[in-house]
């Protein structure tokens, strides 16, 4: 059984309010992806966030169609040409519309139109075996185990973590990840800062550019249509 740990809340909490926020946040549907734009950022602070984001996330999501949700904004041709270009140039991503709170589909949570956070269904959560490991893996070193696997530290490039359940890193995660191993495609990953050399989760597999930056917020990932999906955790 997992003691909760106030330190460690204190920690999580204080890592994750020292990092800056991006204005636009990916999320995964049945349809493909959709980026939401924050309410208060101005234009040109999201046409900055979304080109690195995409430049970080892009590859995880391969040539799926995308809506951007521009959220209560009108905006101009010339401002979604705009958008298409920067999407475009950053990744392979389809771009399949550019949408409004008035035009958004009816299946999007009100939470999120509120600017809430939904509630969250205790049917969704899992137990299980976890093993917490308090401290950094470094190259060369692997965690093999039949559960959930709990990291305190960060998962450095030419560590593994395997796990039949979920992977949390609060720290770090550079390294190999394999949550469901044994065909969990409910499982995930959870990071601090994601960015994996090889992300696996059950029998699907995806791997971080050659090329990328670290995040600057804490992301999940999780299986969606048969493609590994990266998602921000959202806190508040």
């Given at each position: 059984m997992l003691v909760f740990d106030e330190n460690i809340a204190e920690w999580v909490t204080s890592v994750e309010e020292s990092m800056s926020k991006y204005t636009v946040e990916f999320k995964g549907t049945k349809e493909g992806v959709t980026i939401y734009c924050q309410e208060s950022a101005g234009f040109e602070e999201i046409l900055l966030d979304l080109a690195a984001r995409l430049r970080q996330r892009a590859v995880f999501f391969g040539q799926s169609k995308v809506r951007?949700?521009?959220?209560?904004?009108?905006?101009?041709?010339?401002?979604?040409?705009?958008l298409a270009d920067v999407l475009a140039q950053n990744s392979k991503?389809?771009?399949?519309?550019?949408q409004t709170s008035a035009t958004?589909?009816?299946?999007?949570?009100?939470?999120?139109?509120?600017?809430?956070?939904?509630?969250?269904?205790?049917?969704?959560?899992?137990?299980?075996?976890?093993?917490?490991?308090?401290?950094?893996?470094?190259?060369?070193?692997?965690?093999?185990?039949?559960?959930?696997?709990?990291?305190?530290?960060d998962v450095n490039p030419g560590a593994e973590i395997v796990a039949e359940g979920d992977i949390f890193v609060y720290g770090t995660l550079r390294g190999i990840a394999h949550a469901g191993r044994s065909g969990d495609r409910s499982a995930s990953v959870v990071a601090l800062r994601l960015a994996p050399t090889q992300l696996r989760i059950a029998?699907?597999?995806?791997?971080?550019?050659?090329?990328?930056?670290l995040p600057n917020q804490p992301e999940y990932a999780y299986i969606s249509e048969d493609r590994i999906m990266i998602a921000a955790v959202n806190t508040k």
């Amino acid at each position: 059984m997992l003691v909760f740990d106030e330190n460690i809340a204190e920690w999580v909490t204080s890592v994750e309010e020292s990092m800056s926020k991006y204005t636009v946040e990916f999320k995964g549907t049945k349809e493909g992806v959709t980026i939401y734009c924050q309410e208060s950022a101005g234009f040109e602070e999201i046409l900055l966030d979304l080109a690195a984001r995409l430049r970080q996330r892009a590859v995880f999501f391969g040539q799926s169609k995308v809506r951007i949700d521009v959220g209560g904004r009108q905006l101009t041709e010339a401002e979604q040409e705009r958008l298409a270009d920067v999407l475009a140039q950053n990744s392979k991503l389809v771009l399949a519309g550019v949408q409004t709170s008035a035009t958004r589909p009816a299946e999007a949570s009100l939470a999120r139109r509120r600017g809430e956070t939904a509630e969250l269904k205790l049917e969704n959560c899992k137990e299980g075996r976890s093993i917490v490991i308090k401290r950094t893996l470094r190259s060369g070193q692997s965690v093999h185990y039949p559960g959930n696997v709990i990291v305190l530290g960060d998962v450095n490039p030419g560590a593994e973590i395997v796990a039949e359940g979920d992977i949390f890193v609060y720290g770090t995660l550079r390294g190999i990840a394999h949550a469901g191993r044994s065909g969990d495609r409910s499982a995930s990953v959870v990071a601090l800062r994601l960015a994996p050399t090889q992300l696996r989760i059950a029998s699907v597999i995806s791997r971080a550019p050659d090329e990328s930056s670290l995040p600057n917020q804490p992301e999940y990932a999780y299986i969606s249509e048969d493609r590994i999906m990266i998602a921000a955790v959202n806190t508040k």
